[in-house]
């Protein structure tokens, strides 16, 4: 098990590198964004600069080995969006789970956790289907994959639809 310490000093060592490797970087047009969430980074960065990205970010220190992922088919999952070039060339966010990703939410009827747990599991679903989607459609499909999913764990279909009226009310 790691110390209490481990997040904050990665934090601080991630944030000096920020300032030696990516500002410069940034600075140089290299890397046109950088965002990063926790240990996840996501760059849109000028063609062909991949490896020399890598090896400046690589080169801070040899504990540290960044990868890359690519867009493939105009989509790059990162986190729990897709995020997918349209028709125009427009990013886009689509919903995301894991090819790997369970089935199995806790079940609404057999579950012997507490009910507003197993509504609060559903609500958490919904809300980032409806936030973390930029179109009418992939939302539609994030909501018609969450109701399913829900659905073979036991939960209502009334239910379901309350809480997805309840949140596109506060986030439509």
Known sequence: M???LSPILSDI???MMEEKIILKLTENGVILHYNLYVD???LIIKRDTELLIQTEMNSYDHFLN???EKMVDNELPFLDTCI???AEKNPQLKFYRKPTASEVKMNFKKSVAPKKYKISSLTGEIYRAVNCTSTLKDREDALGQIT???EKNGYRKDLINSKIKELRG???
């Open 13 to 15: 060592f991630c944030h």
């Open 170 to 172: 506060r986030n439509f």
């Open 66 to 68: 960044f990868t890359f």
């Open 84 to 86: 997918y070039l349209d």
């Open 148 to 150: 399913n999913l829900y």
């Open 2 to 4: 790691g110390s209490r």
């Open 40 to 42: 996840d980074c996501i």
